[in-house]
Structure formats: structure tokens, C-alpha cells
């Protein structure tokens, strides 16, 4: 009687093709539910110097979606942020509009609901200092 392995048994291609097919799903849904956090990590690229600043004003933009249980309602999209900081005695002004995300929705929603003028942080490029970023991580 010849005795035989069980682990011939099973089709290794077909489970490491599942596996990986169920791995990029859930890697590309976690890439779409949080383009604007990637976004802002992307624009922080090269911004080694932080400071302290003031965000002077927001507006938010909303958008309508129609959901089968509770009708058309209005959700926030994103938020358009103007901010000032200084840097070595210099006051430097920009705006930028960050969208809701899984990463920074706790950031965003302190932000949306305090009081103005909120104290954040921005990174910014030690040569160009108008090349800036507000740094939404908690």
C-alpha cells in the first residue's frame, strides 16, 4: 500500500490566485476610501519644516445623495481651509480643500465643529515656504 500526502490534494495556483485577488480588493477599496488623506500624504513630500498656524476660514461643500431608507440628504464633501502661518517673522497666507476620508475624519470634524481661529499644524518646504501643507495628523 503506497501512502500519499494530503497536501497534493489541493490546488495551491487557484488559493494563491483567490488570496491575492481578495488582497487587492481590500487594498484598492481602503486606497479609494482614503484618496484625500494619500493626497495630502503626497503633498507632503519634500515639506521637512512644521509650524504652528491659524485656519481664519472654512466652507464646506455639500453634495445630495438619495439613499433607499432615508431619502435625498446632504452631506458634507469637503472643506476649503484658509489658513496663515509665520516662519521667522514672516506671515505666510494659503487655502487648500481636503476631502472626507477614513484616516482624517476625526481631524476634520474637530476642525469643522471648534470655534475660528483653530490652531493646526502646516508643513512647509525650508527653500519655498509658500509651498505648503496643512498636516491633519492626529
Known amino acids: ?35 484625500s488623506y494619500i493626497g495630502m500624504l503626497w503633498h507632503s513630500i519634500g515639506k521637512s519644516g512644521k509650524t504652528t498656524g491659524e485656519i481664519t476660514a472654512r466652507t464646506e461643500f455639500s453634495a445630495n445623495i438619495q439613499s433607499g431608507t432615508q431619502g435625498n440628504t446632504t452631506v458634507s464633501d469637503k472643506i476649503e481651509f484658509i489658513y496663515v502661518f509665520s516662519v521667522n517673522g514672516r506671515t505666510y497666507s494659503n487655502s487648500c ?8 475624519s476625526r481631524s476634520l470634524s474637530r476642525i469643522r465643529n471648534s470655534p475660528l481661529p483653530v490652531k493646526v499644524e502646516v508643513k512647509y518646504n525650508l527653500l519655498r515656504k509658500r509651498e505648503n501643507i496643512l498636516w491633519l495628523i492626529d
Not at 3 to 28: E, R, T
Request: include cysteine; hydrophobic fraction near 60%.
Open 1 to 35: 500500500m503506497k501512502k500519499v500526502s494530503n497536501i497534493y490534494f489541493y490546488n495551491w495556483k487557484s488559493i494563491f490566485q483567490v488570496s491575492g485577488f481578495i488582497i487587492a480588493f481590500f487594498l484598492i477599496l481602503f486606497i479609494c476610501f482614503n484618496l
Open 97 to 104: 480643500v481636503l476631502g472626507h476620508s477614513i484616516m482624517n
